[in-house]
């Protein structure tokens, strides 16, 4: 069974920065493409950043320039390094990758999502 199991949320003070981690257990070969998204309370679940297996990124407008997805193939590991955080970056921020299983099928999944508050 293929987990995507998020860490490295919490509280931070504005201007502050915290890096996420999404690491891939279970049986699997690697990890294809890749993702960020965050949904804050009564508000709908939103990309926050793709990166596709090649590496191509694409980033929302509100976290360019401050958030860096970046991958280690080796450890079948995707992290979110966020600088920078503004109060409205508050929000549980969820991993989903594509990834190919041993079976050479591919698959969808979704961590269990992290919570990130920005406040003083």
């Known amino acids: 069974q293929v987990q995507l199991v998020e860490s490295g949320g919490g509280l931070v003070q504005p201007g502050g920065s915290l890096r996420l981690s999404c690491a891939a257990s279970?049986?699997?070969?690697?990890?294809?493409?890749a993702g960020w998204y965050r949904q804050a309370p009564g508000k709908q679940r939103e990309l926050v950043v793709a990166?596709?297996?090649?590496?191509?990124?694409k980033y929302a407008d509100p976290v360019k320039g401050r958030f860096t997805i970046s991958r280690d193939n080796a450890k079948n590991t995707v992290y979110l390094q966020m600088n920078s955080l503004k109060p409205e970056d508050t929000a549980v921020y969820y991993c989903?990758?594509?990834?190919?299983?041993?079976?050479?099928?591919?698959?969808?999944?979704w961590g269990q999502g992290t919570q990130v508050t920005v406040s003083s």
């Open positions: 279970g049986r699997i070969f690697s990890i294809n493409a």
């Open positions: 989903n990758a594509d990834v190919t299983r041993w079976s050479f099928t591919t698959g969808e999944y």
């Open positions: 990166m596709t297996r090649g590496g191509t990124t």
